[in-house]
């Protein structure tokens, strides 16, 4: 201990962010047969082999490794396949489907969750948590920030023991057009009262001033006839 000092390490094994792996041996012997296939002193396995195993195909990527199939964003209004340029306040529907590597040649949808949404501009604007559908699909569903510009829609996921995962898609929000905006507000309701109440009032009066007589007026004048 005084001369290996505290925490010595027989085996360490390093994954970098671009998801190269490094596993460091402090001898080769590990990897020997007679290693491989020694047994305890009951005569049971010691497990070596099984060890040896599972450090090979995690060290050489034949296990543990996540990719990204496939990225789909529409609008979630109903939308048939938009997913470049939304509107404020848009609905945003984002899937992403990821699979995780088993074996030689084997994939399975990740089962894993933790995962999360940003929509970044220039720092992340927005941030949702993915819901898992099974089969390795995660979905997300959010508003359009109402700031126009291209938000970058990525999803970064690290976790230790797996490879890194970097899915980045670009969309653009832009301001409503002239066109699109709502025809009566809510909440201009009392002001739309307040205008239609003026317009009736002034129709009343303009009707009492144009055809109401004063009746000692209409007796003079009946007088005189």
Not at 52 to 60: C, D, H, K
Not at 70 to 92: A, D, L, M, P, W
Not at 101 to 112: D, E, N, S, T
Not at 188 to 196: D, K, R
Request: net charge positive.
């Amino acid at each position: 201990r005084a001369h290996l000092g505290p925490a010595p390490l027989l085996v360490a094994a390093l994954q970098a962010r671009n998801s190269a792996r490094v596993v460091v041996s402090g001898s080769l012997d590990l990897f020997s047969d007679r290693f491989a296939t020694a047994r305890l002193s009951d005569g049971r396995a010691s497990g070596n082999r099984d060890f040896l195993r599972e450090l090979t195909a995690w060290g050489f990527q034949e296990k543990a490794v996540l990719r990204v199939d496939h990225v789909t964003i529409q609008s979630g209004e109903g939308g048939q396949g938009r997913g470049e340029v939304f509107r404020y306040g848009e609905k945003i529907a984002y899937r992403v489907g990821i699979s995780e590597k088993v074996g030689p040649g084997q994939w399975r949808g990740l089962a894993a969750g933790g995962l999360q949404l940003e929509a970044v501009l220039l720092d992340p604007v927005v941030r949702v948590d993915l819901r898992a559908e099974g089969g390795g699909n995660f979905t997300a569903e959010f508003e359009a920030p109402h700031v126009h510009g291209s938000y970058r829609l990525q999803v970064r996921h690290y976790r230790a023991g797996y490879s890194a995962v970097d899915a980045t898609r670009e969309v653009v929000v832009r301001p409503l057009r002239a066109s699109e905006y709502d025809r009566f507000i809510p909440c201009a309701f009392p002001y739309y009262a307040s205008v239609l109440s003026m317009m009736a009032a002034t129709l009343l009066f303009s009707a009492l001033f144009l055809f109401h007589r004063d009746p000692a007026q209409a007796k003079a004048a009946a007088k005189r006839e």
